[in-house]
C-alpha cells in the first residue's frame, strides 16, 4: 500500500517528467537544443549537489568510482538526453515522449538478446505492441505534410540508448551513492554538451523572454532537481511494479499537457500509440502476481 505521502510523490512525478516534454519543445523557439541541455543540466546538477551536500551524502569519487560514472554517464546521459532533445526538435513533443519511453520494452529485449535473460511470452507481446505504436507513428510521419521520419529514428536511438545504459546501470558493482553517480553524471555530461555546443551551434544571444526564463526553472528546479529527488526517494521504498507505475503514464500527460502548453493536438495515431506503449510498458514491468491480485478483485 502506498502512504498518502508516497501517492502524492508519485502523482508528482508523473506530471514533472510529463509536463516536461511540451516544456522543451517550447524552450527551443528561442535557445538551439544543445545549449538547452547544457544549462538545463548545469543546473539541475549543481541544484542536486547542494541538495545532497546538506543531507550528509558523500559527494566525492575515489579511484575506480570515476570509470563507473564516466562509463554510465554516456549511454544514461549523454546518449539519452542529446537524441531525446533533438527528437524533441524533430517531432510533436507528445509524438516524442510515446518512443522515448518505449526504453523499458528494449531494456527487456536487449536483456534477452545480449544477457541471457529468457525471454517470456509478455515480453513477446509487449514488443509487438511497441512495434505497432512505432509502424503507426512512421507511418503518419512519411505521410504527413510536415512530417519528419527521421525524427522518429533519433528518439528509438534516445530509447535505445537509455534501455542500454540501463542494463549497464543494473549490472555494475557500485560503491558510490547512486544520488552523487547521477550528479557527477549531470556535470560531466553537462560539460560535453557545453563543447559540443561551442562547436555546433551558434552562442544565443541570453536575452530571453520572461517566459522562457520560467521554461529554463523548471528544467533546472523540477525535471533535473525535484523528479530526481523524489525517484530516488520512491526507487528506494517502493517495488519495482509500483514505481513503474509513474513510467506508464509519462506517455499519456505529455501528449496531452503538449495540448494545453504547446498547442499540439494528438492525432489518432498518437492515441493508438500511447496505448499500445503503456501497455508494453505494463506488460514487462508489473509482475504476474501483480495482474493476478488485480483480477481477483
Known amino acids: 500500500m502506498l502512504s498518502r505521502t508516497q501517492a502524492v510523490g508519485l502523482v508528482a512525478l508523473t506530471l514533472m517528467w510529463g509536463v516536461n516534454w511540451p516544456v522543451m519543445k517550447l524552450s527551443l523557439q528561442e535557445l ?8 538545463t543540466m548545469t543546473g539541475g546538477a549543481l541544484w542536486l549537489w547542494a541538495f545532497y551536500r546538506l543531507r550528509g551524502v558523500r ?25 531525446a532533445i533533438f527528437g524533441v526538435a524533430a517531432l510533436a513533443s507528445g509524438r516524442a515522449a510515446i518512443l522515448g519511453f ?45 512530417g519528419r521520419p527521421v525524427g522518429v529514428a533519433v528518439m528509438l536511438g534516445a530509447a535505445l540508448s537509455w534501455a542500454i545504459g ?6 555494475a558493482h557500485l560503491t558510490l551513492p547512486v544520488e552523487a553517480l547521477t550528479v557527477w553524471m549531470m556535470l560531466l555530461t553537462a560539460a560535453a554538451l557545453w563543447l559540443l555546443a561551442l562547436v555546433f551551434e551558434p552562442w544565443p544571444s541570453w536575452r530571453f523572454s520572461p517566459r522562457m526564463w520560467g521554461l529554463l526553472a523548471y528544467g533546472v528546479l523540477f525535471n533535473y532537481g525535484f523528479a530526481q529527488i523524489i525517484w530516488f526517494s520512491l526507487a528506494r ?16 500527460i505529455g501528449t496531452a499537457s503538449a495540448t494545453v502548453i504547446a ?20 506488460t514487462v514491468l508489473v509482475p504476474p502476481a501483480a495482474w493476478r491480485a488485480v483480477l481477483r478483485r
Open 32 to 39: 538551439t537544443p544543445l545549449y538547452f541541455r547544457a544549462l
Open 59 to 83: 559527494l566525492t569519487p575515489q579511484g575506480h568510482e570515476w570509470r563507473s560514472i564516466v562509463k554510465l554517464a554516456l549511454p544514461n546521459m549523454l546518449g539519452w538526453h542529446t537524441l
Open 102 to 146: 518505449t526504453m523499458p520494452v528494449w531494456t527487456v529485449l536487449l536483456g534477452a538478446l545480449f544477457f541471457g535473460q529468457p525471454l517470456t511470452r509478455r515480453s513477446s507481446v509487449a514488443a509487438l505492441a511497441v512495434v505497432l505504436a512505432v509502424a503507426l507513428l512512421l507511418a503518419d510521419e512519411f505521410t504527413a505534410m510536415a
Open 166 to 171: 540501463t542494463l549497464m546501470m543494473r549490472r
Open 237 to 252: 521504498h517502493l517495488p519495482p511494479a509500483t514505481s513503474a507505475m509513474s513510467v506508464m503514464m509519462v506517455p499519456l
Open 263 to 282: 498547442g499540439e493536438w494528438p492525432r489518432w495515431t498518437d492515441g493508438v500509440a500511447v496505448v499500445c506503449v503503456m501497455a508494453a510498458i505494463a
